[in-house]
């Protein structure tokens, strides 16, 4: 074949491939752009494990009319201008693929309504055509609906687990953004059947008790540091709830749910002389930092990140959590449980 530059759609595709891997990629991307817009309360609704149908609604700042089909094609997005952006960048998103990727793969339908304006509108794509923009009474915020996931991707949709599963994804990720985000009220319905709410009043305890239960919210211990470069917030669990593996090990950074190697070492050597071998603790922490400390833009899913003074870093972490274990209790706390 001669050399060509693909076509758009081409290239919407195949990018999606990176964004969009299943429903709760979908799910993640959505949500992130509803609490970049500034939403106080948002609700997921999905059915057949979000394959068939996902709908988002938020009460953020919605989008111009004007502005929608832009926001649905590729590298457009409102949160950063130039490369230099992204050494400040404090938003979730900023790399303008999730709209044209989502809308690359499925059936799009999304009625927005900013408070600037009187009447909000509809807007559909699907599989990358547009379907049609008109004006429609609306609240503001917006709602964004996805319908059947690689309709037109058959090869893609081989690789997606059964409903059950791909919803079980959906849910554990919005646990994790309703952990990440107390000043939220986040919502979830899966086949029209509630399954997390969250009061969005700050408090990260009652989250940790929705999620995780009773015995775990009964034995955490809190942690409440600030220094010059990063402020840790949120609880650890006494050594009793210790696990086999690092699934309760959470933390996040600037409001975004990360995997990183030097937060885990920091937080296991923290714990080391009260932990046997290959326990891993239950962290529940808020990191934040200036900006200029991290890099996010590492790789597409934003799920690991740099750090500019990582020794630093580490040593705060780890002190943090020796000084939130020593001298306390440890024994199990069981006076919750009846
Ligand atoms: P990014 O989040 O990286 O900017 P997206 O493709 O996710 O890229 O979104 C494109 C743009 O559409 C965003 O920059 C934002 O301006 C707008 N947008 C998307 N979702 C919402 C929403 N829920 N509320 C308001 N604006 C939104
Ligand atoms: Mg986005």
Redesign the pocket.
């Known amino acids: 074949m001669p050399i060509q530059v693909l076509d758009q759609s081409t290239i919407n595709q195949i990018a999606a491939g990176e964004v969009v891997e299943r429903p709760a990629s979908v799910v993640k ?1 959505l949500m ?3 609490i ?2 500034g939403s106080t309360a948002i609700t997921v609704e999905i059915r057949q494990g979000g394959i068939g149908f996902i709908r988002i609604t ?1 009460n ?4 111009k009319k004007e502005e929608l089909p832009l ?1 649905f094609l590729r590298h ?4 950063i201008r130039t490369a230099e952006d992204l050494l400040t960048v404090s938003s979730l ?8 990727s989502i809308a690359a793969v499925s059936q799009v339908e999304l009625i ?1 309504k900013t408070s600037g304006s009187l009447t909000g509108s509809r807007y559909r794509i699907e599989g990358g055509e547009e379907k049609g923009l008109e004006e429609i009474g609306a609240p503001d915020g ?1 709602t ?1 609906i996805s319908r059947n996931l690689f309709f037109n991707t058959p090869a893609r949709r081989k690789f997606l687990k059964t409903e059950t599963t791909e919803g079980a994804h959906v849910t554990d990720l919005v646990e994790k953004i309703a952990l990440s985000h107390p000043e939220i009220s986040i919502r979830l319905i899966v086949n029209n059947q509630s399954r997390l709410h969250t009061s969005g009043n700050h408090n990260l305890k009652d989250i940790i008790y929705t999620v995780y239960g009773r015995e775990i919210a009964a034995n955490l211990l809190p942690v409440e540091v600030s220094n010059g470069i990063v402020k840790i917030s949120g609880f650890i669990g006494k050594p009793v709830i210790a696990r086999g593996n690092r699934n309760f090990e959470n933390y996040f950074i600037n409001g975004r749910y990360i995997k990183s190697g030097l937060v885990s070492k920091a937080i296991e050597d923290g714990y080391k002389s009260y932990m046997m071998q290959h326990k891993y603790p239950f962290t529940l922490l808020h990191l934040t930092v200036e900006p200029e400390f991290i890099d996010v833009n590492v790789h597409p899913s934003k799920m690991e990140l740099r750090f500019k003074d990582g020794e630093n870093m580490y040593r705060v972490i780890c002190q943090a959590v020796v000084d939130a274990l020593s001298g306390k209790e440890l024994i199990p706390n069981v006076s919750l449980m009846s």
């Not at 457009?76 to 949160?79: E, L, M, N, P, V």
């Not at 998103?93 to 044209?100: K, P, T, V």
């Open positions: 991307e992130e752009n509803a970049d817009a938020d953020g700042c919605g989008i926001a457009s997005t409102s949160k998103g900023f790399r303008g693929e999730a709209l044209s927005t917006t964004f």
